[in-house]
């Protein structure tokens, strides 16, 4: 008779448990009116799920149970049509049953001695995402968890780039230009690698003029250190691409690298209507995209792509014993883990590659372009509002906008109102301008299955 306490027994309760299990993740999956959601204290949380973790566990029908009615409805699902704040995501239902693929599949995807099969189709997905930046042949890139780390990978690879070429760097503090309409991740990952980070202070689009201007204040002390430069290709805040091409020109005439953060714009580049938009781009050493925002996967799937990725591999391998074991030509491959700053990583580029392989490019850019033309129909029915105005013309898929007299606390009102009832989240912001911080609003649109109709209908919610 078997242990009924052993993890790994496979019986009649854990087969019915599996199906349980499908049978929710199926009913999820093809819900087209995914309940919105609603946050719940900790001690409420504690109130109604008691304790879960015990000594001899409390049944995976029960736990499951209380995910279904208490724990799941309070998480804010990012892939409903009336989520509309920060940058949320829809993944695409293929690319939600492949990540079941994965998880199931339990493929350590760090070393193409163990996940060959899976990062060669990853890698699939990946040069797709490389053609789209224009790069020239030679570049490629690996996938992340996301915009942060991958963020993270391109600066240490650019700063150990930076103390290879003067190796009186070493013991050098660097330093790195950026604009104020940077993501925070930016300013987290220079804390991380120990790097000065200056602020260009305007949160609209990054000038050739003003970064050249920016160079020219340094002292001799501080250009000796200035190592990297970060533009952004679609500020999570309001969706500007900086001056690509003009701050690629400063960057190779100083000799500093090049890195874009696209993570959320970066998926326009798919978009005929707006691709003219990141001229310059080709030109990086480094592009941070984050396909589980604007390409339809599920969380966790960032990429860094690199114009030479053998300076990544440079800055990231690591080495040991334990993990040189194989002389086989077959096992040596592509490992993602030379190029980014995790060793241990699941295959998180297969959802978006099996999605992309099932419904075809032109399905992504047409998906793509909906967002863009959400923003643009959102934006023309505030401009016929006499209630509301534009705070500026939309950037890509974001829209900011104002409700005419009213003050920060009356946004903030008004969001938790919406969201309590389960009927939209969209979030205030603040916009700068000048010096001065508004509170406005802001829609981001990634889902095309939002429609007019949420629209009209968060619109009339602020009358």
Known sequence: MKDKH???????????????????????????????????SEEKLRELVGETITEDGIGGEVALDKWKKILAPACASIDHPRHLAFVSAAPSRAAIMFDLIVSASS?????????????????????????????PKGAFGVFTSGGTSANLSAIVTARENWRKKDPSNINRKGLILTSAGAHSSVKAMAKVTDAEILIIESEDRMEKDA?????????????????????????????????????????????????????????????????????????????????????????????????????????????????EIFDDPGARGFNPSDYQTS???????????????????????????????????????????EHLELVREPGLSCVLFRRK?????????????????????????????????????????INPDTTEKDIDLILESMI
Request: aromatic residues 12%.
């Open 405 to 445: 007299g009213w003050d920060p606390q009356e946004y903030r009102n008004w969001t938790y109102e919406n969201l309590k009832k389960g009927f939209a989240f969209v979030t205030p912001t603040k916009w700068t301008q000048n010096g001065n911080a508004e509170t406005v609003a802001r829609f981001c649109f």
């Open 6 to 40: 052993k993890l790994h027994n496979i019986d009649i309760d854990l087969i019915e448990m599996t199906l349980d299990i499908m049978k929710y993740a199926i009913g999820r999956i093809t819900d087209t009116n995914p309940t919105l959601g609603h946050f719940q």
């Open 211 to 323: 970064l050249e201007k920016a160079i020219q204040n340094l002292s001799k002390e501080q250009k000796d250190r200035l190592f990297a430069v970060v533009a952004t290709g679609g500020t999570t805040n309001a969706g500007i691409i900086d001056d690509l091409a003009g701050i690629a020109d400063i960057c190779e005439k100083e000799n500093i690298w090049f890195h874009v953060d696209g993570a959320y714009g970066g998926g326009a580049l798919a978009a005929d209507s707006v691709r003219h938009l990141f001229n310059g781009i080709e030109r990086a050493d480094s592009f941070t995209i984050d396909p589980h925002k604007w390409l339809f996967s599920p969380y966790d799937c960032g990429a860094i792509i690199y114009k030479n990725p053998e300076l990544a591999k440079e800055a990231h391998s690591q080495h040991g014993s334990y993990l």
């Open 107 to 135: 493929i350590h995807g760090a070393y193409w001695l163990e996940g060959a099969g899976a990062i060669f189709a990853e890698n699939q997905a990946m040069e797709w995402l490389v053609s789209l930046t224009g790069m």
């Open 343 to 385: 060793l241990t990583r699941r295959v998180r580029g297969l959802p978006l590659w099996f999605s992309l392989a099932m419904h075809g490019t032109k399905v992504y850019k047409k998906s793509i372009e909906r967002g863009l033309e959400l923003a643009q129909i959102a934006a023309k029915k505030i401009t016929d509002s």
